[in-house]
């Protein structure tokens, strides 16, 4: 009797000591203009992304911060076009964080500019948006007995402020204001951030080698920051309504890029 009661002690005991830990929260957080936003053709996504990812969640938001709650991730959650953010929780979910529980909040306004709309004083109308929605995510996740981490955060912007000029020589400093801003108000020191460098759509005007050089700089300089080419990824034709945005396979290669570059950020 009492090898038995041993037995069962030391069955539960391994059992304990085998068990994987805990899954983690994982949140991560996309921003930026209308290539975040994304005009990708959500008709042209192939499997296995047009199937909602019900392993992946995503928050919808009306835009102020309140949101609807959490849905699976999947093309036209909002409308008939998808972004980046389909194929990056696909990939960190497959292929980076497995066992881990993962969250995406989005907030891109097409044409919005990092020197005001994204400036984050108070003044930015795009920065308060996006930390009122990320905020209403994390304590939903609270409320929810959950543990959330912002486990890093993508940003695809630049080039509102290359095709004018205007913030294009501030834009480095902008840039690492921005990033210190989300770091701090969310408590993330060493949060990983990867900026999609923008293309060379604008390459006839100066102010779009300033911004791409910009990009690289703080990448370069800011602790845990990194950066991706987009030059290659497909994007609409001149002649449509897109031209310069990144098409349908441009943005499902965008989404791989960026969950690629959180796993190696320094």
């Not at 005991?13 to 990708?40: D, E």
């Not at 392993?55 to 991730?73: A, F, P, Q, S």
């Not at 609409?236 to 990144?246: A, E, Q, R």
């Amino acid at each position: 009797m009492k090898s038995a009661t041993f037995m069962v002690a030391l069955t539960t005991l391994l059992a304990f000591a085998t068990a994987p830990a805990s899954a983690a929260v994982k949140v991560f957080l996309l921003a930026g203009q209308s290539n975040m936003l994304g005009v990708g053709t959500a008709s042209e996504m192939p499997a296995p992304y047009k199937a909602p990812q019900t392993n992946v969640k995503y928050w919808k938001t009306d835009g102020t911060g309140k949101g609807d709650g959490w849905v699976d991730l999947q093309p036209r959650i909002v409308r008939d076009f998808f972004g980046p953010e389909v194929t990056f929780g696909y990939t960190l979910k497959k292929s980076i964080f497995p066992d881990d529980s993962i969250y995406l909040v989005k907030y891109a306004i097409g044409g919005t500019t990092l020197y005001a709309d994204w400036k984050p004083d108070g003044t930015g109308y795009c920065y308060n948006g996006f930390k009122a929605a990320v905020k209403a995510a994390m304590q939903n996740l609270a409320k929810a007995n959950l543990s959330p981490t912002i486990a890093g955060m993508v940003w695809m912007q630049g080039e509102a402020e290359a095709h004018t000029g205007v913030g294009a020589p501030q834009y480095a400093t902008n840039l690492t204001k921005l990033i210190a801003a989300v770091r701090s108000d969310f408590a993330t020191p060493n949060m990983p951030f990867v900026v999609g460098r923008i293309s060379t759509y604008y390459g006839k005007k100066p102010n779009n080698d300033l911004v791409r050089k910009a990009e690289e700089i703080v990448a370069g300089q800011v602790p845990h920051v990194s950066w991706i080419n987009t030059d290659d990824l497909g994007q609409w034709p001149l002649t449509t309504d897109f031209p310069g945005h990144y098409n349908a396979p441009g943005q499902i290669q965008l989404g791989i890029r960026f969950a690629n570059a959180i796993r190696r950020c320094p």
